[in-house]
């Protein structure tokens, strides 16, 4: 079953580095997109705004400096928890995007 | 700017199938989905449900047909509208799985 999100985004905020109690590292930050897509012939523009949170070893690399950047993230929707269905984007890789 | 989501999800419901003022058809729907996902070397149950959105010539082939089955999707993520963040799915191509 696929679930690969492919999106450009800014930083808005970042959250401080926290630890799961089974001491695995969690950044979690919210990202902003705008672009504009073609639908049915038409050019759109596109905004949208999305919790995003990245877990393991990339995210101390990460913590502090990606606020205010725009990045190229990879990854697959989640929601939240069982009770808030809240989508969330779990970042498997991350990248800066220059300018 | 990307913008591009692959996911696999069964169809909990289907809307009926309306037109814009502008006369364009749009078929707009529930997903489900639910799949198992690596992260930071653990594999996690991943649940999300998203409502998604099919505008344009395709939205008539699809009516009424959806529903229930398992659907594979590629599409943009965009917010409901102004004021409303939700994420909806806009569908760029659809189609199904079997079994």
Redesign the interface.
């Known amino acids: ?9 800014s930083v808005e905020r970042e959250e401080v580095l926290r630890y799961t109690p089974a001491g ?1 590292p969690v950044l979690e930050m919210w990202l902003r ?3 504009k ?1 073609n ?3 038409f050019e759109r523009d ?5 919790q995003a949170v990245l ?3 990339q995210a101390p690399l990460h913590a502090g400096k990606l606020a205010g950047n725009t990045v ?1 993230l990879t990854g ?4 939240r928890s069982l009770k808030n ?1 809240r ?1 969330v984007l ?1 970042i ?1 890789h991350v990248e800066f995007v220059k300018g």
């Open positions: 079953m696929q679930n690969h999100l492919v999106l450009t985004a695995l997109h705008h672009s897509q639908e049915a012939g596109v905004t949208c705004e999305i877990i393991g070893k190229a697959f929707l989640s929601q269905p989508l779990h498997e």
